[in-house]
């Protein structure tokens, strides 16, 4: 039993077929001996000879499969001796092609930088001119422009809004100039009007104020003079006269006092002399 368990070690460490063949020598031999053992009962015979059938099937099923594998493994590395040189002729294909490729890339890459670099100068030209036309048909409007702005802030609305009829932006920002001075004009028109009203009324509350002063004056006058004139009769001078005249409105007043002492004198002088 332990001479069978030696050449399956050697086997598995090994996997040479000679162990097991002496694998199956060493069963033979091994039943051999069970059957003629005079020793061991007919059912203990039985018994060990079930046993070693069964270890004897999975060891040559463990071998051949193992036996297989080395096989497919001795196939495999001659398929792959038999088609190194393949292999190395596609891979110096591989490296010309990628020679060929890296050439040919280099071709189109100068290729392809001349073309750019003739297009990027056609087009540097190209801008230039266009850049030239547009300064030359847009500097003098915005010039024009301007110096219609600097008019506007020194407060000159006269002119009219240059190239305000172009269709373009210079047109448009024109355009909308125009509407900046028309209403400037409109609130410049409303602001004299407002100050054209307030100066009217400022001359109307002055003429008011003047006139008021005015009458304030004939007024004191008036009364000065009644009060003197009144203070001359009550020292008994019956002589005295107003000779200011009065404001038209005041001038019957003056009339009357004047008349009113010639009549009082009159009557008095009457008295005395009956």
Same mark, same amino acid.
């Given at each position: 039993?332990?001479?069978?368990?030696?050449?399956?070690?050697? #086997?598995?460490?090994?996997?040479?077929?000679?162990?097991?063949? @002496?694998?199956?020598?060493?069963?033979?031999?091994?039943?051999?001996?069970?059957?003629?053992?005079? /020793?061991?009962?007919?059912?203990?015979?039985?018994?060990?000879?079930?046993?070693?059938?069964?270890?004897?099937?999975?060891? @040559?099923? *463990?071998?051949? !499969? +193992? $036996?297989?594998?080395?096989?497919?493994?001795?196939?495999? %590395? +001659?398929?792959?001796?038999?088609?190194?040189? $393949?292999?190395?002729?596609? %891979?110096? *294909?591989?490296? &010309?092609?990628?020679?060929?490729?890296?050439?040919?890339?280099?071709?189109?890459?100068?290729?392809? #930088?001349?073309?750019?670099?003739?297009?990027?100068?056609?087009?540097?030209?190209?801008?230039?001119?266009?850049?030239?036309? $547009?300064?030359?048909?847009?500097?003098?409007?915005?010039?024009?422009? @301007?110096?219609?702005?600097?008019?506007?802030?020194? /407060?000159?609305?006269?002119?009219?809004?240059?190239?305000?009829?172009?269709?373009?932006?210079?047109?448009?920002? +024109?355009?909308?100039?125009?509407? #900046?001075?028309?209403?400037?004009?409109?609130?410049?028109?409303?602001?004299? %009007?407002?100050?054209?009203?307030?100066?009217?009324?400022? %001359?109307?509350?002055?003429?008011?104020?003047?006139?008021?002063?005015?009458?304030?004056?004939?007024?004191?006058?008036?009364?000065?003079?009644?009060?003197?004139?009144?203070?001359?009769?009550? +020292?008994?001078?019956?002589? *005295?006269?107003?000779?200011?005249?009065?404001?038209?409105?005041?001038?019957? $007043?003056?009339?009357?006092?004047? &008349?009113?002492?010639?009549?009082?004198?009159?009557?008095? /002088?009457?008295?005395?002399? !009956?």
């Amino acid at each position: 039993m332990l001479t069978l368990r030696r050449h399956e070690k050697d #086997f598995i460490l090994r996997g040479d077929p000679k162990y097991v063949e @002496k694998h199956a020598a060493e069963i033979t031999n091994f039943a051999k001996l069970l059957g003629a053992d005079a /020793g061991l009962s007919s059912a203990d015979k039985a018994t060990l000879a079930t046993t070693i059938a069964s270890y004897d099937n999975d060891f @040559k099923g *463990y071998s051949a !499969g +193992a $036996l297989k594998a080395v096989g497919l493994e001795t196939e495999l %590395q +001659a398929l792959c001796t038999g088609m190194a040189p $393949l292999v190395d002729e596609l %891979q110096d *294909y591989a490296v &010309s092609l990628r020679k060929a490729a890296i050439a040919k890339g280099v071709e189109v890459r100068n290729s392809t #930088f001349l073309t750019a670099l003739v297009v990027v100068a056609g087009l540097s030209v190209l801008v230039g001119a266009i850049s030239w036309l $547009l300064g030359r048909s847009l500097s003098k409007p915005l010039i024009g422009m @301007k110096q219609y702005m600097q008019n506007l802030t020194n /407060g000159d609305y006269s002119r009219e809004v240059p190239y305000a009829e172009r269709g373009d932006e210079i047109g448009e920002m +024109a355009r909308s100039v125009a509407h #900046f001075r028309q209403t400037a004009i409109e609130r410049n028109a409303s602001r004299e %009007q407002v100050e054209r009203a307030r100066g009217e009324k400022e %001359q109307m509350d002055a003429a008011t104020a003047a006139g008021r002063a005015r009458d304030e004056a004939e007024r004191a006058h008036v009364i000065e003079n009644l009060t003197i004139g009144l203070e001359r009769l009550s +020292a008994g001078d019956l002589t *005295y006269r107003i000779r200011d005249a009065f404001a038209p409105e005041y001038e019957k $007043l003056r009339t009357e006092f004047n &008349s009113s002492i010639h009549a009082l004198g009159a009557t008095l /002088g009457e008295i005395s002399a !009956g």
